[in-house]
């Protein structure tokens, strides 16, 4: 996430990026109703009319739920990533598109790209309670994306983009982050509002200013979303500290926190060499989005 953290979730833009770590899902028939799952997290299975995996698979099992009644039969799903599920990098998203891209392709011979968005927000939002879907529409379209949740609106910006992401050594669920804003809101409400306007007013300023490719404009744009995150109270002397540090580098136009805050990454616009300040996360900008391939034994 490069700008709208948060106020997307009420209604404002935001600005995304697929990242170039891919996340696979490999889908083999059976001849019987069960669904098994083999994954890093471990292995687990289920019958179509059950379709009930428990907590570690929750993603997976509002996918199945969702096509229940339109499976033709059992399947067995391996899944193989290279996403490190306890930095985030949107590893429940991932997981969720590629198995609804793969499932339908299966039903319906194909999917298509904005039906395959709405689904994919649907199960999210089952799963978790809310959801922008801003993660998932990067997943699907590839590149640098603008995205809104009302009616799920997507606006590709740049193919392209040199960023840098550290993590900060600690992550706190998203769906903690985004309950602990609530209830901020809900003491100053007219303060959060105003916030909230900041931050989508900087959001449209760094859209126009990635249309033309004004990374200096961008940059410091950048450093006054990050002040917009500290007052929603979303940052940690960790965030801050990769903040500060990358500003320093002649090489950075500017930084912010990545995502809901209270841990997880910090991202620097432009290229940065120092090793000493965090572990690096990949930040090569992926050019295409979810691909499906159908494979003869």
């Not at 007052?231 to 990545?258: H, N």
Request: proline fraction near 4%; include cysteine.
């Amino acid at each position: 996430m490069l700008f709208g953290e948060h106020a997307v979730l009420r209604g404002g833009p935001a600005i995304v990026a697929a990242i170039d770590c891919r996340l696979s899902v490999a889908l083999s028939f059976r001849d019987d109703d069960k669904i098994v799952v083999q994954s890093a997290l471990g292995t687990a299975s289920t019958t179509i009319h059950d379709c009930t995996f428990g907590s570690r698979f929750r993603f997976i099992e509002g996918v199945f739920r969702l096509l229940q009644n339109r499976l033709p039969s059992g399947v067995s799903i391996t899944i193989t990533s290279k996403i490190d599920p306890t930095v985030g990098l949107a590893s429940s998203a991932s997981v969720t598109v590629a198995l609804l891209a793969a499932l339908t392709t299966w039903i319906d011979g194909a999917y298509d790209r904005k039906q395959l968005l709405h689904d994919c927000c649907t199960v999210i939002r089952s799963v978790q309670g809310y959801g922008s879907g801003a993660d998932a529409a990067s997943i699907i379209y590839g590149g640098v994306v603008s995205y809104q949740a009302e009616e799920a609106a997507l606006t590709p910006l740049v193919s392209a983009l040199p960023i840098v992401l550290i993590y900060s050594g600690k992550k706190t669920p998203t769906p903690e982050v985004i309950s602990f804003v609530n209830a901020q809101e809900q003491r100053l409400p007219e303060l959060y509002k105003a916030i909230f306007s900041a931050i989508n007013e900087v959001t449209c300023e760094a859209i126009a200013a990635l249309r033309t490719a004004d990374y200096v404009k961008v940059g410091h744009l950048m450093n006054h979303a990050q002040g917009l995150m500290e007052a929603l109270g979303v940052g940690t002397p960790e965030l801050s500290s990769i903040c500060w540090s990358l500003r320093t580098a002649p090489t950075i136009y500017g930084a912010k926190i990545s995502g809901s805050g209270l841990g997880d990454a910090a991202i620097g616009l432009g290229t940065f060499e120092d090793g000493s300040i965090g572990r690096r996360l990949p930040s090569t900008v992926a050019t295409t989005g979810v691909e499906v391939f159908t494979c003869k034994e």
